[in-house]
C-alpha cells in the first residue's frame, strides 16, 4: 500500500489577518472622516494655491485672495491688426469660491480614497462663473472697432465715361467662439487669444460688377429716341449718361434712371402735345400765408419716361427707340400736401441793412432770389453754398470785396454774400433753427451785431441750420439796394425766442503793418475781442431754454501805405526799416497764420 502525500493545512491565522486589516482600515478611514469631515481634504490644491485641511470659510477666503486675483491677470486679444487687453472681472468673469471650496470639501466616505488623499495630494480646477450679459458687451465692444462692413461695389456714370470700382470683403468676429476663448483662458497661463474672425464678401460679386460695367457703357453709348404720338424727339447720350445710376439690390448692381433728367433735353419738342403743370407755392397775404394752387399738367409722365428708356439700354440702334403715352404730370408739391405744411404763423423777421454799392446789390440780391420760397421740411437741413450756388459769373454774381488772407481787404467774386448769409442765420436764429454750423467773420464789422453773424466761402467752410420743429418752415426773401429781409413762416413752438447779449472780453488791438506795395490799400485797424450771445427760448412767459454761443473776432491790422524810401535815406540803425512790410508776391503762399479766410464782406 502506498503512501498519500501530506495535505498542507491552511492557517486560521490568515482570514482572521485579512479582516483585521479592513477593519483597521475602515478603523482609520472613519477616524479620518471624523477629524476632516467638513473641512479641505489634506493635500488638495486649487491653480497650485494649497487649501488642504483648512476650513470652507478659511479656503474661500485664501483663493479669493490668489486664485481670484489670478483669475483676473489681463488677457491680451489680438483681432487682425489691432490688440486689445482685458480684464476678466470687467468681462463678467469671476472665481465662484464657494463652488471650488464644495468639491474639495470631503462630503462621502471612501476609506481607500481618504487614505489616498491622506498621504498623496490632488487638484481641483477652480471653478469660473460668468455674467453672460457682461460678457457679450465685451465682446460686443471688440467686435464694434474690428468688424468691417463689406462694400459692395460702385459703378460711376458720367458724361466722361463709366468708372467701376470692384466691392471690399468685410470682416467680422464669431462673437461666440471668442466668448468661449476668454473663459478658457481666464484658469490657464496667459497667452494672446487670437480673435476668430470670419471673412464676409459684399453681396454684388467681382463677375455680376463687370456685367454691370459693360452694360453701362452699351447704355450711355448713342441716343435713345423717343415717340409720343405724331411727335419724335432725341435724348442724347450725355444726358442718359447724367441720368443713368446702379444701386446694390441683391447680388446685382441694379441701374436706375432719373426721369425728369431725361425729360428736360426733349421737353421744348413735347411741349406741343402737353400742357404745363405747376407746384404749389405761397404769397404773403395781408400778413399772413396764403396757398396757391398747384395745377396738374398733361404730358410725358418722368417715371413712364424712365421705364421706357430703361427697356432700351442695352440695344443698339434703330432697337433704341421707345414709344411713350402721353398721361398726366402731377407737381412735386399738390395742393393738399401744402396745407398740410403747417405754414401758418411768422417765426422771425430779420433785415440786414449795409452800404449802397452795386456789387453788392448784384450779389446779395442773387443770393436772395435763391433763397427765396425755400421751404425745409422738419428734420432738414439749409446749407447755405447748396442754395445760393457757387459764385461765379455763370451763377449771377460779380467781383467784390473780401476779407482776405491776415485780415487784408480784397476782391473776389461774390463779394457781399455774407450779408445775405448774416440775415438768413440771424432770421433762423431768431425762428428757433438749430445750429448746425455756423462761422462768423474773422474781423468784426460794425454793421452786423457782434456774436450773431455768419459768413461762407465756397468749397472751404457753409453756414447750416437744422428744422428741428415739427412742421415745415418757409423762408421769404425781399430786397433793396441797401437791405436784405429773411421771414419765416411755420408754427409758432415758443412765446419768443430773445438775444441776451454779453460783454465784449478778451480785447485785442489792432497792429499797425506800413505796406509799399504800388497795390497797397489802407485799411483802419479793426478791435479784436471775444462775445457770448445766449439764445433764450421763452414759453407760456417762462424761460425754458437758453444756449451759449461764443464767438472770437480777431484784430484787424492797421494798413499803412507808403512809399519805398531810398536805400540812402534809411536810417542807419534800421527803426525805419524794420516798419516797412511789403506784401507776398502772388506766387507765395500764405503762412499757417496767414491762411486765407475767404470770408466775404
Not at 483676473?72 to 489680438?78: D, F, H, Q, V, Y
Not at 455674467?131 to 468688424?147: G, T
Not at 488772407?405 to 433762423?428: I, K, R, Y
Not at 527803426?575 to 470770408?599: M, T
Request: with cysteine.
Amino acid at each position: 500500500m502506498s503512501e498519500q502525500a501530506p495535505t498542507p493545512r491552511t492557517s486560521r491565522r490568515t482570514p482572521i489577518l485579512i479582516g483585521a486589516g479592513i477593519v483597521a482600515v475602515i478603523a482609520v478611514s472613519l477616524g479620518i472622516f471624523v477629524a476632516t469631515n467638513g473641512t479641505v481634504r489634506p493635500g488638495t490644491t486649487v491653480s497650485g494655491v494649497d487649501i488642504g485641511g483648512m476650513s470652507p470659510d478659511e479656503a474661500m477666503g485664501v483663493l479669493e485672495d490668489s486664485v481670484s486675483t489670478k483669475v483676473n491677470r489681463k488677457l491680451e486679444i489680438s483681432a487682425g491688426d489691432q490688440v486689445f487687453e482685458l480684464r476678466p472681472r470687467a468681462a463678467g468673469i469671476t472665481l465662484d469660491a464657494q463652488a471650488t471650496v464644495d468639491q474639495a470639501t470631503s462630503t462621502g466616505f471612501n476609506p481607500f480614497q481618504m487614505i489616498v488623499d491622506l498621504f498623496g495630494s490632488r487638484e481641483i480646477e477652480p471653478v469660473i462663473a460668468v455674467d453672460q450679459d457682461a460678457l457679450e458687451d465685451s465682446v460686443a465692444s471688440i467686435a464694434d472697432v474690428v468688424n468691417l462692413n463689406p462694400v459692395e461695389p460702385q459703378l460711376a456714370v458720367s458724361n466722361s465715361g463709366v468708372t467701376l470700382t470692384q466691392g471690399r470683403d468685410g470682416l467680422e468676429v464669431d462673437r461666440e467662439a471668442l466668448k468661449n476663448q476668454i473663459v478658457s483662458m481666464a484658469t490657464q497661463t496667459r497667452s494672446t487669444i487670437e480673435a476668430p474672425l470670419e471673412v464676409t464678401p459684399p453681396s454684388v460679386s467681382a463677375s455680376d460688377a463687370s456685367q454691370a460695367e459693360e452694360l453701362a457703357q452699351q447704355a450711355v453709348a448713342s441716343p435713345v429716341t423717343v415717340s409720343v404720338g405724331e411727335i419724335t424727339a432725341t435724348i442724347p447720350a450725355d444726358a442718359i449718361a447724367q441720368a443713368l445710376s446702379f444701386t446694390a439690390q441683391g447680388n446685382q448692381l441694379s441701374p436706375e434712371l432719373d426721369g425728369a433728367i431725361l425729360h428736360a433735353p426733349i421737353a421744348n419738342a413735347l411741349k406741343r402735345v402737353g400742357t404745363p403743370g405747376r407746384d404749389a407755392s405761397f404769397k404773403i397775404v395781408d400778413g399772413s400765408p396764403v396757398v396757391v394752387p398747384s395745377i396738374v399738367g398733361s404730358g410725358v409722365s418722368d417715371s413712364e419716361l424712365a421705364t421706357a428708356v430703361l427697356g432700351v439700354l442695352s440695344k443698339q440702334g434703330n432697337d433704341r427707340t421707345v414709344s411713350v403715352p402721353l398721361g398726366t404730370r402731377e407737381p412735386e408739391l399738390t395742393t393738399a400736401a401744402a396745407q398740410q405744411l403747417g405754414i401758418n404763423d411768422k417765426l422771425s423777421s430779420f433785415t440786414q441793412n449795409f452800404p449802397y454799392a452795386p456789387y453788392r446789390v448784384t450779389n446779395i440780391g442773387q443770393a436772395a432770389k435763391y433763397i427765396d420760397d425755400t421751404i425745409l421740411m422738419p428734420g432738414e437741413t439749409f446749407s447755405m453754398n447748396d442754395t445760393i450756388k457757387e459764385r461765379t459769373v455763370k451763377n449771377g454774381y460779380t467781383v467784390g470785396t473780401v476779407i482776405g488772407p491776415g485780415g487784408v481787404f480784397e476782391d473776389a467774386l461774390g463779394g457781399g454774400v455774407s450779408a445775405a448769409t448774416t440775415a438768413m442765420w440771424t432770421a433762423a436764429f431768431f425762428a428757433g433753427m438749430e445750429r448746425t454750423d455756423t462761422r462768423a467773420h474773422s474781423l468784426y464789422i460794425s454793421r452786423y451785431q457782434p456774436g450773431l453773424e455768419a459768413t461762407v466761402a465756397w468749397g472751404i467752410f457753409d453756414m447750416k441750420f437744422t428744422n428741428t420743429s415739427p412742421t415745415a418752415v418757409l423762408i421769404k426773401t425781399k430786397m433793396t439796394n441797401s437791405s436784405m429781409k429773411v421771414t419765416f413762416w411755420g408754427t409758432r413752438q415758443y412765446d419768443s425766442i430773445e438775444a441776451d447779449f454779453g460783454e465784449r472780453i478778451n480785447i485785442k488791438q489792432p497792429k499797425k503793418i506800413v505796406v509799399t506795395t504800388k497795390k497797397c490799400v489802407p485799411q483802419a485797424g479793426i478791435e479784436g475781442f471775444t462775445i457770448t450771445v445766449d439764445r433764450v427760448f421763452v414759453k407760456d412767459g417762462v424761460e425754458v431754454i437758453r444756449e451759449p454761443m461764443t464767438t472770437i473776432y480777431n484784430a484787424g491790422p492797421n494798413i499803412v501805405c507808403k512809399k519805398k524810401p531810398k536805400l540812402e535815406d534809411l536810417d542807419p540803425g534800421g527803426s525805419e526799416f524794420d516798419n516797412l512790410v511789403p506784401s507776398p508776391a502772388p506766387s507765395q503762399s500764405p503762412s499757417a497764420s496767414a491762411k486765407p479766410e475767404l470770408l466775404t464782406n
